[in-house]
């Protein structure tokens, strides 16, 4: 497992996973080790995958400040993992909270970013989080599901600010397929998360959204937004926001998918985002 020093001295960890190109591999939760993101549906068969493990999660070790936590603050580590692997450029894809830390990376470091893929990312950095009413519309859409009527109510409360939200009861949600692989992949989700750090990586003091919307127009790299069709958080149409604040990015939309479109599809998901990763020609069905 490799190691490498950020500029504050927290050691932090990545894990290389598969052959070719490298990836740079941002998780999201936030706050969740990487290992939840396994081979990105067989994503390793065609790029090496350099997954981080953010400061305080997976392998990595605690920093010793913890408001390093933010998600701003973060920016230099991936600054750092560039660096250390000698990389002058590379590809970015980042996946649901950790598209926050791409955003901000590609803003303060836009040379650095070949190509840019950002999965299932709400775009809180940009101010335009999806709202409660996006993700009620979208579990709406599941409700032939035969535990809908079950989760349903559960949902609503966590939308509503519930103390302590029963988080599995409306897990189903956020697949697309809510089948025995999406519930072995939900049910490592408290393991992998550093619950301390969620709420300050997303610290509203850690964006500047105007600032943001400014940089990121002149951004170079072409953009790929990655949407699933039954997600809520971003629903298709507020992930378009998110790929018109870029002049070279093109929003995919995948079918039957929710917030780990890898797990619901993985082939669609492989082809879709190797496609514009490896430059080449779309496939013909969106």
Same mark, same amino acid.
Request: with cysteine; charged share 25%; net charge negative.
């Given at each position: 497992? $490799?190691?490498?020093?950020?500029?504050?001295?927290?050691?932090?960890?990545?894990?290389?996973? /598969?052959?070719?190109? $490298?990836?740079?591999? %941002?998780?999201?939760? $936030?706050m969740?080790?990487?290992?939840y993101?396994?081979?990105?549906?067989?994503?390793?068969?065609?790029?090496?995958?350099?997954?981080?493990?953010?400061?305080?999660?997976?392998?990595?070790?605690?920093?010793?400040?913890?408001?390093?936590?933010?998600?701003?603050?973060?920016?230099?580590?991936v600054?750092?993992?560039?660096?250390?692997?000698?990389?002058?450029?590379?590809?970015?894809?980042?996946?649901?909270? /950790?598209?926050?830390?791409?955003?901000l990376?590609?803003?303060?470091?836009p /040379?650095?970013?070949?190509?840019?893929?950002?999965?299932?990312?709400?775009?809180?950095?940009?101010?335009?989080?999806?709202?409660?009413?996006?993700?009620?519309?979208?579990?709406?859409?599941?409700t032939?599901?035969?535990?809908?009527?079950?989760?349903?109510?559960?949902?609503?409360?966590?939308?509503?600010?519930?103390?302590?939200p029963?988080?599995?009861?409306f897990?189903?949600?956020?697949?697309?397929?809510?089948?025995?692989?999406?519930?072995? @992949?939900?049910?490592?989700?408290?393991?992998?998360?550093?619950?301390?750090?969620?709420?300050?990586f997303?610290?509203?003091?850690?964006?500047?959204?105007?600032?943001?919307?400014d940089?990121?127009?002149? %951004?170079?790299?072409?953009?790929?937004? %990655?949407?699933?069709?039954?997600?809520? /958080?971003?629903?298709?149409?507020?992930?378009?926001?998110?790929?018109?604040?870029?002049? @070279?990015?093109?929003?995919?939309?995948?079918?039957?998918?929710?917030?780990?479109?890898?797990?619901?599809? $993985?082939?669609?998901?492989?082809?879709?985002?190797?496609?514009?990763?490896?430059?080449?020609?779309?496939?013909?069905?969106?």
């Open positions: 497992m $490799p190691i490498f020093t950020a500029p504050d001295g927290t050691e932090l960890a990545y894990h290389v996973r /598969g052959e070719g190109e $490298p990836l740079l591999v %941002l998780p999201g939760g $936030p969740r080790a990487s290992a993101l396994g081979d990105l549906g067989g994503l390793t068969a065609h790029r090496r995958l350099i997954m981080l493990d953010l400061r305080g999660t997976g392998d990595s070790a605690p920093p010793a400040d913890p408001a390093t936590y933010r998600c701003d603050r973060q920016v230099d580590d600054e750092a993992l560039r660096l250390h692997l000698g990389a002058e450029r590379i590809d970015v894809l980042a996946h649901s909270a /950790g598209g926050s830390l791409a955003l990376y590609a803003a303060r470091h /040379g650095q970013v070949a190509r840019l893929a950002l999965i299932t990312v709400n775009p809180w950095a940009l101010g335009k989080p999806a709202t409660a009413g996006e993700r009620l519309a979208a579990a709406r859409l599941r032939g599901e035969p535990w809908f009527a079950t989760a349903f109510p559960a949902f609503e409360a966590w939308l509503a600010g519930a103390e302590d029963d988080r599995p009861a897990a189903g949600f956020f697949h697309g397929r809510w089948d025995d692989a999406a519930r072995a @992949h939900e049910a490592a989700t408290d393991e992998q998360t550093n619950g301390e750090a969620e709420d300050r997303l610290d509203p003091a850690a964006f500047d959204p105007p600032a943001l919307r940089a990121l127009a002149d %951004l170079a790299a072409p953009v790929l937004v %990655l949407a699933g069709e039954l997600d809520g /958080g971003p629903r298709p149409e507020r992930a378009r926001l998110l790929a018109d604040a870029f002049p @070279h990015a093109e929003l995919a939309v995948q079918p039957g998918a929710g917030h780990y479109p890898w797990v619901d599809d $993985p082939e669609w998901f492989v082809a879709r985002t190797r496609a514009f990763l490896d430059r080449s020609a779309l496939p013909s069905a969106e």
